[in-house]
T-cell receptor, first 113, second 111 residues
Framework: KAGVTQTPRYLIKTRGQQVTLSCSPI?????VSWYQQTPGQGLQFLFE???????NKGNFPGRFSGRQFSNSRSEMNVSTLELGDSALYLC????????????FGNGTRLTVT | AQRVTQPEKLLSVFKGAPVELKCNYS??????LFWYVQYSRQRLQLLLR??SRESIKGFTADLNKGETSFHLKKPFAQEEDSAMYYC?????????????FGTGTRLAVRP
């Protein structure tokens, strides 16, 4: 099975712009979660989608949003970028039932200048 | 609120020495706990979860509810164990889809 695929691998944007990141889950996985990883804050949960519905949400401002399509692929959007949004954004997929492990992608490294 | 604490940023041991990576948690309900590992140039992956009571690559972890701890242990460290280790907690019925991670401990095993 192909693993979780995230595109693009690297992005450089300027403050005020918006960005869209993409995640293709493992075939058959219906849950997709997004995490932000920074040296200072570590791994922080953004949100989780299951069958096209947002099921869980972390403590991030409304500038961070996401969606999931019928094929379980997911996108994350960040609007009005700030310098502090520079981070590695990780996507993880799972079956979405109890106790299923998360399978992570390699991440998209976003740099905001 | 749920919180995971990994007090050590770096743990350096010699090959063959015992390893204990500490993890303490704060959660009012009944948590599900996991250890994830990230080897150099590889993606983050599940190492083990307490519900399975399994030993993976010689590592074990026991949930101690009295001490709210889930320390990761291995009796004899190997060089290939060098990696970043994250303890994680799920308070959502163990689905693992909303995990709270600790800040991670880098394990360096010296020859």
């Amino acid at each position: 099975k192909a693993g979780v695929t995230q595109t693009p691998r690297y992005l450089i944007k300027t403050r005020g712009q918006q960005v869209t990141l993409s995640c293709s889950p493992i075939s058959g996985h219906r849950s997709v979660s997004w995490y932000q990883q920074t040296p200072g804050q570590g791994l922080q949960f953004l949100f989780e989608y299951f069958s096209e519905t947002q099921r869980n949400k972390g403590n991030f401002p409304g500038r961070f949003s996401g969606r999931q399509f019928s094929n379980s692929r997911s996108e994350m959007n960040v609007s009005t970028l700030e310098l502090g949004d520079s981070a590695l954004y990780l996507c993880a997929s799972s079956l979405g039932d109890n106790y299923s492990p998360l399978h992570f992608g390699n991440g998209t490294r976003l740099t905001v200048t | 609120a749920q919180r995971v604490t990994q007090p050590e940023k770096l743990l350096s041991v010699f090959k063959g020495a015992p390893v204990e990576l500490k993890c303490n948690y704060s959660y009012s309900g009944s948590p599900e706990l996991f250890w994830y590992v990230q080897y150099s140039r590889q993606r983050l992956q599940l190492l083990l979860r307490h519900i399975s009571r399994e030993s993976i690559k010689g590592f074990t972890a026991d949930l101690n509810k009295g001490e709210t701890s889930f320390h990761l242990k291995k009796p004899f460290a190997q060089e290939e164990d060098s990696a970043m280790y994250y303890c994680a907690l799920s308070g959502q019925g163990g689905s693992g889809d909303k995990l709270t991670f600790g800040t991670g401990t880098r394990l360096a095993v010296r020859p």
